[in-house]
């Protein structure tokens, strides 16, 4: 009898019911979209945040004690401090490896900048940079975009061209190949690796343009490179060149050494834990060194490169791991707000379903308690109805979740987005608790019907 009852509302209130199923669809749709977002979105915003530079600094000891203790920055008398050019590859065999999405190396000289030597001059048909006396320049030697051998067999391509492609230019990224000539300016051409990219203020004082030829001069040596680019970052690096790294180790007299090393990685946001490590690793417990260990904070990366790069001390930029942190801590605190507005508006909905629904069985519901029903199987009945349906419009919401999800990932971040199982028991317990939630006004009702008034109409 019971369940006779059950269908025979499914077929008598098939418009409401279905409106009921709508509604939770929709709000269990936007849920499991929300939720499959959120807990994917951590690799994704992260992803994105990588495209606008490195999130790790890496120096040298000696170099990383002096700025921290008197803020002494690079050639203020650090520069006889240098890492190993053949120990960057390593870097990418750390428990973390799989997060270090790129990095290059910086070897930073000071030199001066003057007008080329005449043979070069007369392949491109440039003057110097227009008779202006040699002036002071800080240049610096990077990776462009470098193929790299891993320790692990592996190959990785990296570079500024990778890390900086935020920067505007006019012109194209350098070339990482090989030097041309002896090195000394008077023989080389300006192709291969004897091109060079000139921050905007530089090649404002200098007027230099894309497609010139400058000569860099330093106490031991000279080289002169064509402009393959003029770049505007927005920041102190307008104010510097940018050479290949080869030929900056070639100007120096530093072969195979770096001064610092730029990592972009991706990372946890910082909790208690991390930021205890951060300060003393030795400090923790074994479980809590694990845990730390074993979960992509910055501070844990940090401590993996040290272990494996000889002689350096990593150090996190903190104003961009921060930013990491806060902007995916507030990402997913909106995703989970719209979850439980989305949520709220369903039970609102099917409150006022539910309850119109009710109202219009009140001479129904009053004959069976007249008959003898009490309230808890009355109330167990209208509860079955409406888990029935919400169940069924659960199923559909989750499934049309998916493909929002889909959506969403396609659309802000270019990518698919993973589905988590997690969602689905989350979703099933959020769907009852709204459909449930939803019902309570109804029952109030449903326990207020007193037989007698109901059969007689009022």
Not at 74 to 91: A, F, H, R, T
Request: hydrophobic share 45%.
């Amino acid at each position: 009898m019971f369940w006779r009852m059950v269908r025979g509302t499914f077929f008598r209130q098939k418009g409401k019911m279905l409106m009921i199923a709508f509604t939770i669809a929709l709000g269990s749709s936007l849920a499991t979209a929300m939720l499959n977002v959120m807990f994917d979105v951590g690799d994704k915003v992260n992803q994105e945040l990588k495209t606008y530079g490195a999130n790790i600094n890496v120096l040298p000891q000696g170099a990383s004690l002096l700025d921290s203790l008197y803020g002494m920055a690079e050639g203020e008398g650090v520069s006889d401090k240098y890492l190993l050019e053949e120990d960057l590859g390593k870097i990418k065999t750390i428990f973390w490896a799989f997060n270090i999405v790129d990095f290059t190396p910086y070897l930073s000289l000071n030199a001066r900048l003057g007008s080329p030597s005449e043979g070069v001059n007369g392949i491109n048909g440039t003057t110097g940079i227009n008779g202006m006396n040699s002036m002071e320049v800080k240049v610096c030697g990077a990776w462009f975009s470098h193929h790299l051998e891993l320790p692990t067999g592996e190959a990785l391509d990296t570079g500024m061209s990778r890390m900086k492609n935020w920067w505007e230019l006019s012109g194209v990224w350098p070339a990482d190949g090989p030097m041309d000539g002896d090195g000394s300016g008077d023989t080389g051409r300006n192709t291969g690796g004897n091109s060079a990219m000139v921050g905007s203020a530089v090649a404002r004082r200098a007027s230099v343009s894309t497609g010139d030829t400058i000569r860099v001069e330093t106490s031991g040596a000279a080289m002169d490179f064509r402009v393959a680019s003029v770049f505007n970052a927005g920041g102190a690096e307008d104010e510097q060149i940018y050479i290949p790294l080869p030929a900056a180790q070639t100007l120096a007299g530093k072969p195979g050494l770096v001064s610092r090393v730029e990592v972009s990685a991706l990372t946890t946001p910082d909790n208690e834990l991390s930021r205890r490590a951060a300060q003393d690793p030795k400090g923790l417990s074994q479980a809590e060194w694990e845990t730390w260990y074993c979960t992509a904070y910055v501070s844990a990366i940090c401590y993996q490169i040290d272990e494996v790069v000889s002689g350096a001390v990593s150090k996190p930029i903190r104003q961009v791991a921060a930013s990491e942190g806060a902007i995916l801590e507030k990402t997913q605190l909106l995703m989970l707000l719209i979850t439980i507005l989305s949520l709220a508006g369903s039970a609102l909905g099917i409150s006022n379903l539910v309850t119109a629904g009710v109202m219009e069985r009140a001479a129904e519901i009053g004959l069976l308690k007249a008959l003898g029903a009490h309230n808890l199987p009355v109330s167990l009945l209208v509860l079955t109805e409406i888990l029935i349906t919400g169940v069924l419009g659960g199923c559909i919401g989750y499934f049309a979740g998916l493909g929002f999800a889909q959506i969403i990932g396609h659309t802000v971040f270019g990518s698919a987005i993973t589905i988590k199982p997690l969602v689905i028991p989350l979703v099933t317990v959020l769907v009852l608790l709204v459909t449930l939630a939803g019902s309570i006004p109804s029952i109030r009702f449903l326990l207020s019907l007193r037989p007698a008034e109901v059969l007689h109409g009022r």
